[in-house]
T-cell receptor, first 114, second 113 residues
Framework: GENVEQHPSTLSVQEGDSAVIKCTYS??????FPWYKQELGKGPQLIIDIRSNVGEKKDQRIAVTLNKTAKHFSLHITETQPEDSAVYFCAASWKSGNTGKLIFGQGTTLQVKP | DGGITQSPKYLFRKEGQNVTLSCEQN?????MYWYRQDPGQGLRLIYY???????QKGDIAEGYSVSREKKESFPLTVTSAQKNPTAFYLCASSSRWEGNEQFFGPGTRLTVL
């Protein structure tokens, strides 16, 4: 069945360093890949997304890359700050006939040490 | 202010009781979703609805029920048949079900006493 694997489950970096989170997906028909940030006790918020016709997308300190052949995509955060500390989720779209949904990875807890 | 709201923020339930979680959106979105989140785990889909008066089971629908009588509302009932209901419940909506951003509500934390 459809599946999204996310690694690592926890990541600790020093303030100013870069952080990379990787995801792989199983459905080659997936064409939409969002990344969400969830702070403690709150709902997830979209931070960046990418579609299958694009290989890379950047928004200030955040970038996402997509390798359709290998079926994996990654989130890159540069110049990390303490406020980047949160749980990050990747997701991939899944479609069957006239129905569809997002499949989420298991999440990565990012800790940025000041 | 456009957005998606969930109520209540915290909910306590005795074993054997049904409880209904509210989800309302004023974004004019067609699609709405309910997810369950357990500590250290990802989001698991309970039910979703792509249009009014229609909904589909997600990956963990057993012990839950929903209705979609209005475009802006998608309440979730946690029934007594749900064996382990204590969790954080998230509602989301999107303009269309296919390939569009899902906006999440703030969540409801349900605890069974």
């Amino acid at each position: 069945g459809e599946n999204v694997e996310q690694h690592p489950s926890t990541l600790s970096v020093q303030e100013g360093d870069s952080a990379v989170i990787k995801c792989t997906y199983s459905d080659s028909a997936s064409n939409y890949f969002p990344w969400y940030k969830q702070e403690l006790g709150k709902g997830p918020q979209l931070i960046i997304d990418i579609r299958s016709n694009v290989g890379e997308k950047k928004d200030q300190r955040i970038a996402v890359t997509l390798n359709k052949t290998a079926k994996h995509f990654s989130l890159h955060i540069t110049e990390t700050q303490p406020e980047d500390s949160a749980v990050y989720f990747c997701a991939a779209s899944w479609k069957s006939g006239n129905t569809g949904k997002l499949i989420f990875g298991q999440g990565t807890t990012l800790q940025v040490k000041p | 202010d456009g957005g998606i709201t969930q109520s209540p923020k915290y909910l306590f339930r005795k074993e054997g009781q049904n409880v209904t979680l509210s989800c309302e959106q004023n974004l004019n979105h067609d699609a709405m979703y309910w997810y369950r989140q357990d500590p250290g785990q990802g989001l698991r889909l309970i039910y979703y609805s792509q249009i009014v008066n229609d909904f589909q089971k997600g990956d963990i629908a057993e012990g839950y029920s929903v209705s979609r009588e209005k475009k802006e509302s998608f309440p979730l009932t946690v029934t007594s048949a749900q064996k382990n209901p204590t969790a954080f419940y998230l509602c989301a909506s999107s303009s269309r079900w296919e390939g569009n951003e899902q906006f999440f509500g703030p969540g409801t934390r349900l605890t069974v006493l």
